[in-house]
Every structure is written in C-alpha cells, then in structure tokens.
T-cell receptor, first 114, second 113 residues
C-alpha cells in the first residue's frame, strides 16, 4: 500500500536559518510526490511536486524539495526561514492504483521564531 | 484565479441532524474530493468523484454519503450527525486523471453537539 510519513510533529527554527521538513514515502513503482501548506483556518495550498526529472524541485515562496530515491525521501527545504512561513505542512503521495487519489501524511507544524 | 468554494466556514449541528456540506469549483475540473482533517491524523479521504453522478468510497466513508448532480458541485451528506464527526472538512478538485495538483476549498469546521 502507498503511504507517506512525516516523522516530526513540529519543527522549530529561528528566522533567517535554513529549515527542513522531513517526508518519507512507500510506494511500489515510481512515486509522485507533493507538498502542501496550510495557514490557520484555511484550506491547503499547493507548494511543489515531483513527477520525474531533476531531483531538486523548486516551488512557491522560495521552497524547494529534494527527491532521494535511495532513501525514499522528499524533504522540504528553504535556505532562510521567515516568520510568515509558520504553518502546517503536508507531504502527499499519489496512489498509483488510483492516479487521482492523494495520500497525505499527518502534517508537520513549522514554527519560525523571530 | 482558480477557486474551490465551500458553502460554510463554521457549522454547529445537533446529534442526529442531517447535514449538508456544499462545494463548488469554477475550474471545470472532472475530479472532486472530500477529506476530513483531524489533529495527528492528517487528511483522510471520505469520498471522491471522477464525473457527474459517479462516486467512489475513500478510506473512511462510514456515516457519509455524497452527491454530484452537476460537474461543478460536490456535496457531502452526514445522514445522522454524531459527535465523532466533529472535524474540519476539506473539499478539493483536480483537472484530470493525470498528475496535476489538487486545489482546496477553505474548509468547513463542523461541530456536532
């Protein structure tokens, strides 16, 4: 069965420091991976996706993610965190047996301190 | 701007009531989804639809039903609301059966008392 894991419930980082939000996946075959962000009392917003090609994917708001097939990981990164990046982040993987079904992780709360 | 609109941001209903959550998208998307979001559990798929009048069960369909009479509208129905259905409900849509990203509504926070 396809699945995605976010091992950290919360990540704390100081403003200006680099941030990483971790995601690992389990799929049979090639994975299709996504990151979404949710601000308080809002729906989810798409950040970036990996379908194929370059392992480093760039997305919205200066975020990027690195696909690592050998480690089955798709970690979200940003070189310099902003207080406004504080939000809930979800990793998702496409269910290959049902190509429009997104399977979500449990979410990681990012807190950026001034 | 693409838009997915959920009819209510907040709802309070009584146990046993029949509850309708409405979702409308203006992007002519084929696929629509209903998720519920609970702390520590992420997003769990309740039902989805690939076309008008077509529906498929997700991971947690018990206690819910859906209706899709028009392409742009996907309704979630709680036949007899219970307190364990208190949650945030999120509607989403995607363009096709390919690998496009999903667009989400703003969410409906439902409280069943």
């Amino acid at each position: 069965a396809q699945s995605v894991a976010q091992p950290e419930d919360q990540v704390n980082v100081a403003e200006g420091n680099p941030l990483t939000v971790k995601c690992t996946y389990s799929v049979s075959g090639n994975p299709y991976l996504f990151w979404y962000v949710q601000y308080p009392n809002r729906g989810l917003q798409f950040l970036l996706k990996y379908i194929t090609g370059d392992n480093l994917v760039k997305g919205s708001y200066g975020f990027e993610a690195e696909f690592n097939k050998s480690q089955t990981s798709f970690h979200l990164k940003k070189p310099s965190a902003l207080v406004s990046d504080s939000a809930l982040y979800f990793c998702a993987v496409r269910d290959l047996y049902n190509t429009d079904k997104l399977i979500f992780g449990t979410g990681t709360r990012l807190q950026v301190f001034p | 701007d693409v838009k997915v609109t959920q009819s209510s941001r907040y709802l309070v209903k009584r146990t046993g009531e029949k509850v309708f959550l409405e979702c409308v998208q203006d992007m002519d998307h084929e696929n629509m989804f209903w998720y519920r979001q609970d702390p520590g559990l992420g997003l769990r798929l309740i039902y989805f639809s690939y076309d008008v009048k077509m529906k498929e069960k997700g991971d947690i369909p018990e206690g819910y039903s859906v209706s899709r009479e028009k392409k742009e509208r996907f309704s979630l129905i709680l036949e007899s609301a219970s307190t364990n259905q208190t949650s945030m409900y999120l509607c989403a849509s995607t363009a096709d059966r390919g690998f496009t990203e999903a667009f989400f509504g703003q969410g409906t926070r439902l409280t069943v008392v």
